[in-house]
């Protein structure tokens, strides 16, 4: 009988679910649902750099596109899907109950933004990192951030939560204890949502949480209660063990069976991060360098634990035993912004449509919303086209990708984006073409600092959607790294990935290795960067280097 799994693949603004046969990795059907609070802007502030999602958006979307990709497979395979996983973005947290029930789905917290999920890119908590960093280099104890690169970011679990509890009394008054979004939906399947019990993630905790087994968990409560006394007694109502991919958490509940059209006996496996898993669908090996390429990156590296085990990476998102690969060190680095900043200069230029055109009287109203329309869809492909045309270096014109803060090496989410060099001949081809190449020479930063701390890379392999559909993006980044990158072939690696991990959770292969490797779909495309190209962007990346010192400089605290 075939056998099929269903990878659920949670990203920034929409869910997909994916419907794979597990024999061979062929995909059957997938769906995608965006999420409505979301698309609204709810619970949202992007000038105060907050993002929240409501747990309504995840719950809905687990269920229409389960039932939608059902719907378009053929006779008889929902009756033999036999495992679900799911992947998240992260560090995602929400407060929650006794029960594990956000708070936002109880009542008096329905439209609180602090009661949702603290989404990935929310930066509200730069203040709440800082004084992570500040004490676990002064407190004379365990440094805390060692395994997570040497700098916390407020991008993750700890910042998140300490800022919640300082903000929002009765949020604090409320949470009985906090879980990560790729926690929660498995806990939900399988109505395992005792916050005490139900099984949290290694990828989560261990580059997100400062969990270690060398700290025997989470960070001492001594720590913790210096840090804040708000803190006091929550070590004791989070986890002390976590759980690899390839772990079941349970069966379906006879009520999620119903609602999803399948049968109680589906498995559902430990929850992890989307790139992680997608590094696992684009079939990641040993020192490859895995780059989920998309609204941000995600950079994911594997090393045995025998070569790498004891060695400590500055500056990157942490190194966590089995958060990638069951068994081998999951290193991971990535950019706060890449594809979004190509969305902000693409907004940036459709500001005269939008606001002009739109209450134009010369033209009726389907012509003008198809007209804007026309420019969204085209803008970047024109520019890409363009700035292909342009020199290397003639603009002289150097761009920061920081829009976004920097992820690594070396977070710092108080940095901002910047642009030298302009003159009355630069136009937006040229500008466009200079944002490119930061986020290349970004890209280019982590691959050096991982090998000026003695790990090697021996290969690049990209998916997400940048990688998908910019050609132009992907030779300037093959240029500037000045090595040849494998796009994975697989529309949706993330999704495919955490099909792998459901296959192996339902005992269809011992290991998410034997999983990879019979479900693998192969690579489509390989950029191979130009000699001359590559010498050209070796000394635009030095002026780069250069005005990214003198930015950090002036934004130190004075």
């Not at 800082?130 to 407020?154: A, H, K, M, P, V």
Request: charge should be negative; hydrophobic fraction near 40%; aromatic fraction near 8%.
């Amino acid at each position: 009988m075939p056998r099929y799994v269903i990878g659920v693949d949670y990203g920034t603004d929409s869910v997909r679910s994916l419907i794979v046969d597990a024999s061979n990795g062929n995909e059957i059907a997938g769906d995608v649902f965006y999420y409505p609070r979301w698309k609204e802007g709810k619970y949202c502030n992007p000038s105060q750099n907050q993002f929240r999602q409501h747990p309504l958006d995840y719950l809905e979307g687990l269920e229409n596109t389960i039932r939608n990709a059902l719907a378009k497979s053929p006779a008889g395979v929902a009756e033999n899907v036999v495992a679900i996983s799911v992947d998240t973005t992260g560090s995602t947290p929400v407060a929650v109950d006794k029960n594990g029930t956000p708070l936002s789905l109880t009542p008096g917290f329905e439209e609180n933004p602090n009661a949702m999920f603290v989404l990935w890119k929310d930066h509200t908590a730069t203040q709440e990192a800082d004084e992570i960093n500040q004490l676990s280099r002064t407190w004379g104890g365990i440094d805390y951030t060692q395994f997570e690169g040497g700098i916390y970011s407020s991008e993750w679990f700890w910042a998140k939560v300490l800022h919640v509890l300082r903000a929002d009394e009765k949020v604090r008054t409320a949470a009985f204890s906090w879980v990560e979004h790729c926690d929660w939906i498995p806990a939900v399947l399988t109505g395992q949502t005792d916050p005490l019990t139900l099984k949290r993630s290694r990828c989560a905790a261990g580059h997100k949480a400062m969990w270690h087994p060398d700290f025997d968990g989470l960070p001492a409560e001594e720590f913790l209660v210096k840090l804040d006394p708000l803190l006091k007694g929550l070590r004791s109502r989070l986890f002390k063990d976590t759980f690899t991919c390839e772990v079941k958490v349970g069966n379906l509940t006879p009520d999620w069976a119903k609602r999803l059209g399948l049968n109680e006996s589906v498995v559902v496996g430990a929850g992890s991060f989307d790139a992680h898993l997608g590094a696992v669908g684009g079939e990641i090996k040993p020192y490859y360098l895995s780059k989920v390429m998309g609204t941000s990156t995600c950079d994911m590296l594997i090393a045995p634990m025998e070569e790498v085990g004891d060695k400590l990476v500055k500056g990157i998102c942490g190194q966590v035993d089995g958060s990638i690969i069951p068994g081998m060190l999951g290193l991971e680095a990535g950019q706060s912004a890449f594809g979004d900043i190509y969305a902000w200069f693409r907004e940036l230029l459709l500001w005269p449509a939008e606001e002009i055109l739109s209450k134009s009287k010369l033209i009726d109203a389907a012509t003008r919303e198809k007209l804007i329309q026309e420019m969204a869809d085209q803008i970047i492909p024109e520019l890409s086209k363009k700035a292909a045309e342009i020199p290397i270096g003639e603009s002289g014109i150097v761009a920061l990708d920081w829009m976004n803060g920097r992820r690594t090496p070396d977070a710092n989410q108080l940095l901002k984006g910047a642009l030298f060099g302009l003159n009355l001949g630069s136009d937006a081809p040229r500008i466009f073409k200079a944002l490119v190449e930061a986020t290349a020479f970004g890209a280019k930063k982590i691959v050096d600092r991982f090998i000026s701390e003695g790990i090697r890379i021996d290969g690049i392999v990209a998916l997400g959607g940048v990688a998908k559909k910019s050609p132009f993006v992907m030779q300037v980044v093959a240029d500037v790294l000045n090595m040849p990158i494998l796009v994975a072939k697989s529309e949706q690696a993330c999704a495919l990935g955490t099909a792998m991990a459901a296959a192996t959770v339902a005992g269809l292969y011992p290991t998410v290795l034997d999983a990879q490797k019979a479900m693998g779909n192969g690579y489509e495309t390989e950029y191979r960067p130009v000699k001359a190209n590559a010498e050209a962007y070796n000394k635009l990346y030095q002026l780069y280097c250069q005005a990214g010192g003198f930015v950090e400089e002036y934004s130190k605290p004075s």
